[in-house]
């Protein structure tokens, strides 16, 4: 009864379409009839490589001779069928050399039969490659459903082998790391991600600790990613070790960006902080302010009883002046306690720091480097302008008494998006970079004092908040030593990178250049600078020479172009071309009345904004025509 079983089950064997690749007529034959009386359908023979490729697309198995016509042998033909047809391939050959074998191997057979064959070894050679060949499908249709679910989440995701080198890189890791997954493939993981806690004195790697544990680990709560570009990010993540029958394969990363997250915790327990003392600060004015109302107003009285006596006068001047302190004192509290009511408007916070920046360098007031870096294109905000400026002011002169002596403060700006739960957020980022080191840097933000630089930063709170933003500062490192970073992220409004002319067409369409003009008119400039910041541009303003010049130097960032009357355009590219080497100037011309043709980097006054914007466009284009390389 189980020889039964047996013989019933080989009968039902599945059979195959079988190309058979063999150049010897007599061999060929044999090994077709034998594979027909097993129930096998052969395509062929053929005898050559260019005839396997021709007949291999019908095929489901190929048994091909190593040595064949042809100036391509049997395995050139089967590294070519496996790479268009993915087909199972069982090599002939009644040579079984070691060079032989090793060249063979490299097209990935499914079998290796030295001839002459014998009764059993086709048949069973066929049906272990047919049931190799389906494993190995269904381990490449799970690795590519892996491979497509891994890529498709949102979390960043790293591959790692036991080696601790990336095999797998997923979008957002791509976009968080810096790196693309052709780049990282085969580096080692910490020099693709590098995480740091600020606590630790080194970087850290949770992969260690998840071995041990052999499990997942969570990042520390304070993690950053040290991206590629330089970018500190706040992630969440975890590490968890991959085996496979007590066998370690390698690890899994997987992190998302918490900067959002940290921010909003952040700031929430800063207003916490800053509504409780808020609160008090407006009980303790409102009931102090009547006490010193009443000791000011019967330190009155007793001036005008007993001013005459000797020694009295004195005294009682004093308890005037201290009344009078204590009572500007309660009207700070009364103030830092009451939300200040502002009147939004649409702000470009890159204007609005160069309009101030006589202001803020007389807050520097020397004795620091000071230095501006907006962002081409950083945005707009919705905020109070005065209430900016301020925070501002305010932001600056803690920086400034805060940096020792000689020390570097930085203002820039950037558009940043943060994710949120359904779509990412766009910002204006202000920061403010010094030297300087906090001695309490969490605490920042709160009130010390009544004193007005205490409550100034708190104030900036109150603006972030009110204008649904963030504030926070934080420790920097670095080779030449430590220093603070205080960011002021506001929401971004949508820019209008190119503004509309009369006939309706869009007038503009070049990218955000910065431009140097220079104009002693301040309403003039004042028009201007709102006109180009609308088209796209960044406007650097200037009365002077001497002004343009100083700007120049101290703008750390690419200057395109200077506007500036025809007397003087070609000192300031002159003098700047050693901070500025592709500086072009427009000169504005001053002759009344009939002149000759104007070149196309000239302007005559009177122009109108479009005229003017036409020929900054028409000069930054040919900048970029000359800039771009030839074609071959």
């Not at 069982?90 to 063979?104: G, K, Q, S, Y």
């Not at 330190?299 to 308890?319: C, D, H, K, T, Y």
Request: glycine share 8%; net charge negative; with cysteine.
């Amino acid at each position: 009864m189980n020889q039964t079983h047996i013989s019933h089950t080989h009968e039902r064997a599945r059979a195959y379409r079988v190309l058979v690749v063999e150049d010897e007529g007599l061999i060929a034959h044999d090994i077709a009839r034998r594979l027909e009386a097993q129930g096998h359908e052969v395509l062929g023979p053929a005898s050559t490589a260019e005839e396997a490729l021709e007949l291999a697309p019908g095929a489901e198995i190929v048994l091909m001779d190593i040595r064949i016509d042809g100036a391509r042998d049997g395995i050139d033909a089967a590294l070519e069928i496996r790479a268009r047809h993915h087909l199972p391939v069982i090599f002939l050959t009644a040579h079984a050399d070691r060079a032989t074998l090793e060249r063979a191997k490299q097209a990935g057979p499914f079998g290796y039969i030295v001839k002459p064959l014998g009764p059993a070894s086709l048949q069973t050679g066929i049906e272990m490659a047919i049931a190799k060949h389906r494993v190995d499908r269904l381990l490449e249709e799970r690795e590519a459903w892996l491979r497509a679910v891994v890529g498709s989440i949102a979390e960043a995701a790293i591959v790692v082998d036991p080696d601790g080198r990336v095999r797998l890189l997923n979008g957002a890791a791509e976009k968080l790391t810096g790196w693309t997954q052709a780049e990282a493939e085969g580096q080692p993981v910490q020099t693709v991600a590098r995480f740091a806690d600020p606590g630790a004195e080194s970087d850290f790697d949770s992969i260690p600790l998840a071995l041990l544990r052999g499990g997942p680990v969570a990042f520390g709560r304070d993690a950053r990613l040290l991206s590629r570009d330089g970018r500190e990010i706040d992630v969440d993540g975890f590490a968890a070790p991959v085996r496979a029958s007590g066998e370690l394969l390698g690890a899994v990363l997987t992190f998302r960006d918490a900067s959002a997250r940290h921010w909003e915790e952040r700031q929430l327990r800063q207003a916490q902080r800053l509504e409780a003392a808020g609160r008090l600060a407006a009980n303790a004015a409102c009931e102090y302010s009547t006490l010193i109302d009443t000791i000011r107003r019967q330190n009155e009285v007793l001036l005008r009883q007993f001013g005459g006596l000797p020694g009295a006068r004195e005294a009682l001047e004093s308890i005037h002046r201290a009344a009078l302190a204590a009572t500007e004192m309660t009207r700070r509290l009364e103030a830092f306690g009451t939300r200040q009511v502002g009147q939004p408007e649409a702000i470009q916070v890159n204007g609005l720091l160069r309009r101030m920046s006589r202001l803020i360098e007389s807050a520097a007031g020397g004795r620091v480097r000071l230095a501006m870096r907006p962002a081409p294109g950083a945005g707009r905000v919705r905020a109070d302008a005065a209430q900016i400026e301020s925070a501002i002011l305010g932001l600056v002169a803690h920086a400034c008494r805060m940096t020792p002596e000689g020390g570097h403060v930085l203002i820039d700006t950037a558009h940043v998006e943060l994710p949120h739960t359904g779509r990412p957020i766009s910002y204006v980022v202000l920061g403010i970079t010094y030297t300087g080191v906090e001695p309490e840097i969490d605490r920042l933000f709160d009130p010390a004092s009544t004193e007005v630089s205490s409550l100034a930063l708190a104030q900036v709170h109150w603006l972030a908040a009110e204008s649904g933003g963030y504030v926070a500062a934080r420790s920097i490192h670095s080779a030449s030593g430590g220093g603070t970073r205080i960011e002021l992220l506001l929401p971004r409004l949508g820019d209008q990178a190119l503004i509309t002319g009369g006939d309706g067409q869009l007038a503009n369409a070049l990218e955000a250049a910065t431009i140097l003009l220079v104009e002693h008119n301040d309403a003039v400039r004042a028009e201007l600078h709102n006109f180009f910041e609308d088209a796209g541009h960044n406007l650097i303003e200037a009365a002077d020479t001497h002004e343009a010049v100083a700007l120049g130097e101290m703008h750390q960032e690419g200057l395109d172009l200077v506007i500036a009357p025809e007397a003087h355009a070609a000192e300031i590219v002159r003098r700047l071309h050693g901070f500025h080497p592709g500086l072009r100037a427009l000169s504005v011309v001053e002759t009344k009345g009939a002149v000759e043709r104007l070149a196309p980097n000239q302007i005559r006054r009177p122009f109108t904004e479009r005229e003017l914007l036409e020929k900054v466009s028409g000069i930054l284009e040919k900048r970029t025509e000359e800039a771009s390389p030839a074609a071959v």
